[in-house]
């Protein structure tokens, strides 16, 4: 019952939807209705199209933020341990992140071609930021207190950081993760509008030429769609690797 | 046989470019095995001494030390909260000792200390879960597995109500009755200092300026005490303190 109210009002969006389309409200080929979607919906899947595409985009997110994290992550807990050294090559990062991503494609097509290199390059950008932001700030907002704990028990400095600063530092490094996802993607949506072969945001551009608004906005669902179950998988994974750090936290709430 | 020999023990915190003398000189002996107490307001120095026996702070001078030198001293210590892991459970906590060694004590130790701390039900508990009197105790149960030969507690109390502090203060006794570890119990609680000391030292102002030695059994009758209660609280005088622990806390801001 719980679950049923909590679709509720998607599925009112969606009736509202149907019934402009019925109506006439708007032109259908600005906002086709939900069943000419649906139709292009199963047509583009069953004829693999929307799969090869997903596919496409899904390998790119998965390879580029993980490729940011092992970047952003050992740099975060790094800058957090030595702020004062590393505080010079602050400026230089804060230049990078105030750049979006998009704003470098051609660049990044210059150098790297209009290939895989240059899509995941900008999912790097884009969710480099995000971890590294987020695990610099974990180490900041680590509890001396605990700390001293470890102090206490005679812990060398590389116990302490094993047993203490890493764990104490997950929620935030997930909270990271998670934007990181978030902004890869949307990113990567963009790359692919721009310069691509495949790829959900190649998808909608090819229905665009086309002017297929029906196909634009399964695209579009597909978009929506797989960021929400990316986003909800991963708070399913660590909440079963960490249940202590989601005690508090709404299973929905974004960070 | 001296557990602790402490020597000219003089702190100073530095701070907006002034110097605050937390301790000043202070000279003792704890023999092994006895439970110390010292009893002063808030900012006399007697947290600033737990920590420097501890080896939390460097001694601006003297020493802190087992009489006779040899090995280093192995001291525990519990402190005002409980300052538990979040991410381990309570059974996990009491043990990070060993974990943090990448070892695990015997399921036996585990399980009795657990069971004599009254923690059984919660053992696997997280401690957002548990109330801050079973947390307190699954503190002290991680410092008492750790097995020092000195075991320091900060006002380990004073966050707690009247009754979980009275019913932890007797459990405290209880194990202390049974291992006979030597203790160093830090409180601005008088009546705390009478329950639970065998000496009690007072201080003020980063001196110890009287040490009462206690000979009453356990467990004791406050209320009979109120004679030496008044001379702690005399000696503990009206003077004004300004506040090592606060003073400390402006240097790390500036």
Not at chain 1, 172 to 201: C, D, K
Not at chain 2, 140 to 145: A, D, E
């Amino acid at each position: 019952m719980r679950r049923l109210s909590f679709f509720l009002p998607s599925f009112l969006l969606l009736l509202l939807w149907q019934a402009g389309s019925v109506f006439g409200w708007w032109n259908a080929f600005l906002l086709p209705s939900p069943q000419a979607v649906g139709e292009t919906f199963l047509t583009l899947l069953l004829n693999g199209t929307l799969f090869r595409h997903l596919q496409a985009s899904l390998g790119r997110v998965l390879v580029g933020t993980g490729l940011a994290f092992a970047a952003g992550f050992p740099l975060g807990v790094f800058f957090g341990l030595f702020p004062r050294g590393c505080a010079p090559f602050l400026p230089i990062l804060d230049f990078f992140r105030h750049t979006p991503p998009l704003a470098l494609i051609p660049l990044l097509i210059l150098w790297l071609g209009i290939g895989e290199a240059s899509k995941i390059a900008v999912i790097i950008l884009a969710s480099f930021f995000p971890v590294f932001l987020n695990t610099l700030g974990g180490v900041a907002a680590c509890d001396r207190k605990l700390i001293e704990v470890g102090r206490s028990f005679g812990l060398s400095r590389g116990a302490i950081f094993r047993t203490i600063l890493l764990p104490s530092i997950f929620p935030h490094v997930l909270t990271g993760m998670r934007l990181a996802l978030g902004f890869g993607f949307r990113a990567l949506i963009g790359a692919e509008l721009v310069a691509a072969a495949s790829g959900l945001g190649y998808m909608i551009h090819d229905a665009e030429m086309l002017s297929r608004s029906d196909a634009v906005i399964v695209g579009i669902l597909a978009i929506g769609i797989l960021g929400s179950l990316l986003d909800a998988l991963v708070l399913k994974v660590s909440s079963r690797i960490a249940p202590w750090a989601f005690q508090e936290d709404d299973v929905h709430g974004r960070p | 046989m001296d557990a602790l020999d402490i020597r000219n023990l003089r702190k100073e915190f530095l701070f907006d470019g002034g110097r605050f003398p937390a301790l000043k000189g202070i000279t003792l002996s704890i023999p092994a095995g006895m439970f110390a107490v010292f009893v002063g307001k808030s900012g006399c120095g007697k947290t600033t001494l737990l920590r420097l026996v501890a080896g939390l702070e460097e001694p601006t001078e003297g020493t802190v030390g087992v009489r006779g030198g040899g090995a280093p001293l192995r001291t525990g210590i519990v402190f005002q909260e409980p300052r538990l892991f979040p991410w381990l459970t309570v059974e996990e906590n009491i043990a990070f000792s060993y974990r943090s060694m990448g070892k695990r004590p015997t399921e036996e130790t585990l399980s009795a200390l657990i069971e004599s701390l009254g923690l059984t039900a919660f053992r696997r508990a997280h401690p957002s879960r548990i109330s801050g009197g079973m947390a307190q105790r699954a503190s002290l149960g991680r410092t008492l597995l750790y097995d020092p030969d000195i075991i320091l507690m900060d006002e380990p109390f004073s966050a707690l109500d009247y009754f979980t502090r009275a019913a932890l203060r007797d459990d405290l006794l209880h194990l202390w009755q049974e291992r006979r570890k030597t203790v160093l119990f830090v409180t601005h609680d008088v009546d705390e200092a009478l329950c639970l000391g065998q000496r009690i030292h007072v201080m003020d102002r980063g001196e110890v300026v009287r040490i009462f030695d206690v000979e009453d059994d356990y467990p004791r009758d406050i209320a009979s005490m109120s004679g030496l209660k008044r001379e702690i609280l005399d000696a503990i005088g009206n003077g004004t303190c300004c506040g090592a622990h606060h003073a400390k806390e402006k240097a790390a801001e500036a």
